[in-house]
């Protein structure tokens, strides 16, 4: 079974500058996250999909962070213009459905570095 | 609101030691606990949980984990460590849909 495919990898650029993201969960997974995750921080949600519409999006800084998934598969997470405090690794992760204890697949992230 | 505190920060231990982390939550209903761990170079993996039923959860790699519900803990526990077991540890907790509440983990460094 294929995990969480995401790209780039890396990304390195200047503050105010935009940047994209992108996320290919598991096949047949209805439900779709993006996590933050700061160096010496636990990953933190910013935006919870289910199928293409939105479940949660409480954590993400709306005036520069956007998201979709429009097809209820892959994603893409837009930041514009970046600021230097945005410099983290973002994770995707999807489940086979919604619910407390649906497991969590986790892709490799992207390392985002704004200077 | 839902939080979760994981204390150690850095451990280091010697092969074949006892390990254990702790992690503590506070959520006021029912809860989902889980550890995730994050290999070197790898991505985050799931490495036990607890729903309900008996509050010792046994997962991958011998690693186990004790849901102390009257101590809001969900302690990380493994007899005998590896090198191989170098990693950082993450505890999370979901209090409610599916939304995770993480930790901020911790590094294990294990020595020959």
């Known amino acids: 079974e294929a995990g969480v495919a995401q790209s780039p990898r890396y990304k390195i650029i200047e503050k105010r500058q935009s940047v994209a993201f992108w996320c290919n969960p598991i096949?047949?997974?209805?439900?779709l996250y993006w996590y933050q995750q700061i160096l010496g921080q636990g990953p933190k949600l910013l935006i919870q999909f289910q199928n293409n519409g939105v479940v949660d999006d409480s954590q993400l800084p709306k005036d520069r962070f956007s998201a979709e998934r429009l097809k209820g598969v892959d994603s893409t997470l837009k930041i514009q213009p970046a600021k230097l405090e945005d410099s983290a690794v973002y994770l995707c992760?999807?489940?086979?459905?919604?619910?407390?204890?649906?497991?969590?697949?986790f892709g490799p992230g992207t390392r985002l570095t704004v200077l | 609101a839902q939080s979760v505190s994981q204390h150690n920060h850095h451990v280091i231990l010697s092969e074949a030691a006892s390990l254990e982390l702790g992690c503590n939550y506070s959520y006021g209903g029912t809860v989902n606990l889980f550890w995730y761990v994050q290999y070197p170079g790898q991505h985050l993996q799931l490495l036990l949980k607890y729903f309900s039923g008996d509050p010792l959860v046994k997962g991958i790699k011998g690693f186990e984990a004790e849901f102390i519900k009257s101590k809001f803990s969900f302690n990380l526990r493994k007899p005998s460590v590896q090198w191989s077991d170098t990693a950082e540890y993450f505890c999370a907790l979901s209090g409610g849909g599916n939304k995770l509440t993480f930790g901020t983990g911790t590094q294990l460094k294990v020595e020959l």
């Open positions: 992760a999807s489940s086979l459905v919604a619910g407390g204890h649906n497991e969590q697949f």
């Open positions: 096949s047949g997974h209805a439900t």
